[in-house]
T-cell receptor
Framework: SQTIHQWPATLVQPVGSPLSLECTVEGTSNPNLYWYRQAAGRGLQLLFYSIGIGQISSEVPQNLSASRPQDRQFILSSKKLLLSDSGFYLC?????????????FGQGTRLTVV | GDSVTQMEGPVTLSEEAFLTINCTYTATGYPSLFWYVQYPGEGLQLLLKATKADDKGSNKGFEATYRKETTSFHLEKGSVQVSDSAVYFCALSDQGNNDMRFGAGTRLTVKP
């Protein structure tokens, strides 16, 4: 069966420090991968999605970047965190090429920038 | 582009009350529609889905019908429980876009 792992679960980082959040998927190959952010009291914002290794699409200009160094690994990064980067970050995957399927989410990372 | 508009919360109900959370969508193609639930401190999990017009998704007493004529996918439950307290997200997936669009989420609190 397929599983998705996201870590760390919580993170407190000072302003200006770097960030690296990692997400890995097991039990499938060539998934579509996504990073979402959920700010306090707000909905889900799609940050990045990837349909393959090295293929990253960004939805909104921001202080973050994403990389997909391996087929089932998706990393969210920042060189210098801002206070506004605080939020709940969710990684998700869905099978590629299969119609009408849902996305599967990790447990999320709560990031607090202080 | 594709989008989802969801009833704003928060919604507070007493146990055994009837629940409706409205959701409407805009899409250029023929999307699949989903309701996800997020319990406190957790990621999202699929609650139900419908993949074509007039389909009804159901799970755990929740139902939603894919209405193409009104571009809606309203979530309903006849009798809510305290354990249903969570944030509910309506979403669509249009296979041509490689992404899933979410509504803003509706926080439901059920009081005993």
């Amino acid at each position: 069966s397929q599983t998705i792992h996201q870590w760390p679960a919580t993170l407190v980082q000072p302003v200006g420090s770097p960030l690296s959040l990692e997400c890995t998927v097991e039990g499938t190959s060539n998934p579509n991968l996504y990073w979402y952010r959920q700010a306090a009291g707000r909905g889900l914002q799609l940050l990045f999605y990837s349909i393959g290794i090295g293929q990253i699409s960004s939805e909104v200009p921001q202080n973050l970047s994403a990389s997909r160094p391996q087929d089932r690994q998706f990393i969210l990064s920042s060189k210098k965190l801002l206070l506004s980067d605080s939020g709940f970050y969710l990684c998700a995957w869905e099978p590629q090429g299969i119609m009408n399927t849902e996305a599967f989410f990790g447990q999320g990372t709560r990031l607090t920038v202080v | 582009g594709d989008s989802v508009t969801q009833m704003e919360g928060p919604v507070t109900l007493s146990e055994e009350a009837f629940l409706t959370i409205n959701c409407t969508y805009t899409a250029t193609g023929y999307p699949s529609l989903f309701w996800y639930v997020q319990y406190p401190g957790e990621g999202l999990q699929l609650l139900l889905k419908a993949t074509k017009a007039d389909d009804k998704g159901s799970n755990k007493g929740f139902e939603a019908t894919y209405r193409k004529e009104t571009t809606s996918f309203h979530l309903e439950k006849g009798s809510v429980q305290v354990s249903d307290s969570a944030v509910y997200f309506c979403a669509l997936s249009d296979q041509g876009n490689n992404d899933m669009r979410f509504g803003a989420g509706t926080r439901l609190t059920v009081k005993p």
